[in-house]
């Protein structure tokens, strides 16, 4: 396989999509629902200005989206333009080659035509396979997110039950400790 400068810019600029695509999907899921959606359903923040980054957390979460949106777009972008195969493409190439006699030169020009014919078919299944490739991945990709989402969605389920059964142990912990106080001083 030969190298090209186009084949390389190909492959940063889709290594760098795929990147800016992870990215901007975990800085989404991370960020707080304005209403408290399923964030207070989890026990989080809600309709509190306080979140786990601080109050200004959500300004700068929101400026670091838009940042990664406009990547995003000129990514996009970029392997547009660097996977476009120019003006050339639609133009039909012409075949010159030395005449001896008519009978011969309709002969080798059918012999050119089943062998461009032959190419053309192998580079068509070629493709075929590359787009079922692509589509595989496609979907792995997909239902790893999916998988990653819910595991995420059932350690914060988790983490939060922990936490309110250790508030509730400290708020009886504290309430037996009071009415011990209590109940020492009243005896005094």
Do not use: H, Y
């Not at 190419?119 to 589509?135: F, G, Q, R, Y």
């Amino acid at each position: 396989m030969v190298l090209t400068t186009g084949s390389v810019l190909v492959t940063l600029l889709s290594i760098a999509f795929v990147f800016v695509c992870f990215l901007l999907i975990l800085l989404i899921l991370i960020q707080r629902p304005k209403g408290g959606g399923l964030a207070g359903a989890f026990g989080g923040a809600g309709g509190s200005d306080q979140a786990m980054f601080g109050a200004k957390a959500g300004d700068a979460l929101t400026w670091i989206t838009v940042a990664l949106f406009v990547g995003f777009l000129l990514l996009a972008m970029g392997l547009t333009w660097a996977t476009d195969p120019g003006d050339g493409a639609n133009e039909i190439q012409q075949f010159t080659m030395p005449v001896e006699g008519e009978t011969d030169a309709a002969a080798t020009t059918d012999e050119a035509t089943e062998e461009a014919t032959d190419e053309a078919v192998d580079m068509s299944e070629k493709v075929d396979a590359a787009v079922e490739t692509v589509k595989e991945a496609a979907g792995d990709t997909t239902e790893a997110v999916k998988e990653g989402a819910a595991k995420a969605a059932e350690a914060t389920g988790e983490a939060v039950d922990k936490a309110v059964d250790a508030t509730k142990e400290a708020v009886e912990t504290v309430k037996t400790e009071v009415k011990e106080a209590t109940s020492d001083s009243e005896a005094k």
